[in-house]
C-alpha cells in the first residue's frame, strides 16, 4: 500500500505560480510512475503530467512550457511547478502511483485544490 499526500493548492491570480506537492510512503519497494491528474467540475479526469521510475517524463499539451514535473527520489516527493497559471487550470488536482511492474495497481492522493481567478 502506498499512501500520498498532496499539499501546495491555493488561490492565485491569472499569471501567478504555485507548486503541489505530492508525499509518498508506505510499501514503495516497486517502481512507479507518479502523475499530477486534474478534475474540473463536470469533466473527465485527466492526466497533466507524469514522470516514470527511469525519469521519462509527458505533459498534458496545455500545460507544455508552463508546467514542470520534478521529484525528489531520496524523501519520496513528487513536485509540480506550476507557472503561468490561466482560470482553466481551476481544478482540483490528484497524485497518482501506478506501479510499473503490476499493470492496474495504482494509488491516489485525496487532492488539493487550485483555484485562478482575478
Known amino acids: 500500500q502506498v499512501h500520498l499526500v498532496e499539499s501546495g493548492g491555493g488561490s492565485v491570480q491569472p499569471g501567478g505560480s504555485l507548486t503541489l506537492s505530492c508525499a509518498a510512503s508506505?510499501?514503495?519497494?516497486?517502481?512507479?510512475?507518479m502523475g499530477w491528474y486534474r478534475r474540473i467540475p463536470e469533466k473527465q479526469l485527466e492526466l497533466v503530467a507524469e514522470?516514470?521510475?527511469?525519469?521519462?517524463?509527458r505533459y498534458k499539451e496545455a500545460v507544455k512550457g508552463r508546467f514542470t514535473i520534478s521529484q525528489d527520489k531520496v524523501n519520496n516527493i513528487v513536485f509540480l511547478h506550476m507557472n503561468m497559471l490561466r482560470p482553466e487550470d481551476t481544478a482540483l488536482y490528484y497524485c497518482?502511483?501506478?506501479?510499473?511492474?503490476?499493470?492496474?495497481?495504482?494509488?491516489w492522493g485525496q487532492g488539493t485544490q487550485v483555484t485562478v481567478s482575478s
Open positions: 514522470i516514470s521510475s527511469g525519469g521519462g517524463i
Open positions: 497518482n502511483a501506478e506501479d510499473e511492474n503490476d499493470a492496474g495497481t495504482d494509488f
Open positions: 508506505g510499501s514503495l519497494s516497486s517502481l512507479y510512475t
